[in-house]
């Protein structure tokens, strides 16, 4: 798997998340290779294999469930997002004849909400590598199988857990973004709206005064 570290890691790995929209079926980063099991099971009996057998299991099965939790959220987050990301161009054109400040801010609030959109999007689609256990394949193995199948599930159980981690990051910050612009935009529109309110002034009066008269009546 490959893997995103060093400085300002998780920025550049959202930004190769969002990219990978361009190129689906592409396996992506995450922050660290899974850990190795450099241990031995040829000291465990046959019912602590089986246990073994039984927990990896139910740890597969953990990651596919937090994983399916994870991109049910990021599909709601993509609606609230993408209905951002239409209310700031609904109101462009109005934004566009204020103060440079305020398309600045606007425009920056566009940006966060459509990198927002791009996290969420990767991670509904994104190819997430969760390691299985093939069963033809271990069919195909060596006696005693069960110390084969314990093997792999101890072998494998750190891939998902780190693909995990990192779907999470990636929809954590996606979350974080689309916060940002949502306050960003709320700023503008109360600068907008409050410098277009207009000022009530009293009308002018008349300083002079007329009477009337009744009309004499013929005798």
């Known amino acids: 798997m490959p893997t995103v570290t060093g400085r300002f ?8 998340y ?13 922050f660290a290779d899974p850990a190795p099991y450099t241990g031995s099971l040829d000291h465990l009996p046959p ?22 939790r994870i991109r049910n959220r990021a599909g709601a987050l993509a609606t609230v997002s993408l209905a951002l990301t239409a209310a700031l161009i609904a109101r462009s054109q109005e934004v566009l004849s204020e103060h440079w400040a305020l398309i600045a801010a606007w425009a920056l609030s566009c940006g966060l909400a459509v990198l927002a959109v791009a996290g969420t999007a990767a991670v509904l689609t994104g ?33 998902g857990e780190e693909t ?13 973004l689309a916060i940002a612009s949502a ?34 009546h013929p005798k």
């Open 9 to 16: 890691a998780e920025a550049r790995l959202y930004l190769h």
């Open 18 to 30: 969002c990219a990978a929209l361009l190129h689906p079926g592409r396996p992506l980063p995450t």
């Open 47 to 68: 019912e602590d294999l089986a246990l073994l057998i039984e927990e990896g299991r139910r740890q597969f099965d953990r990651q596919a469930a937090d994983l399916d």
């Open 127 to 159: 190819r997430a590598v969760l390691a299985r256990i093939d069963t033809a394949l271990a069919a195909q193995g060596t006696p005693p199988l069960q110390k084969q199948l314990a093997a792999g599930y101890v072998h494998n159980a750190s891939t």
């Open 164 to 176: 995990v981690r990192t779907f999470l990051t990636v929809f954590r910050d996606a979350a974080t």
């Open 183 to 216: 306050l960003i935009f709320f700023t503008v529109l109360l600068c907008t709206v409050h410098g277009s309110t207009p000022t009530d002034t009293p009308e002018p009066t008349c300083p002079t005064s007329t009477t009337s008269s009744q009309p004499a």
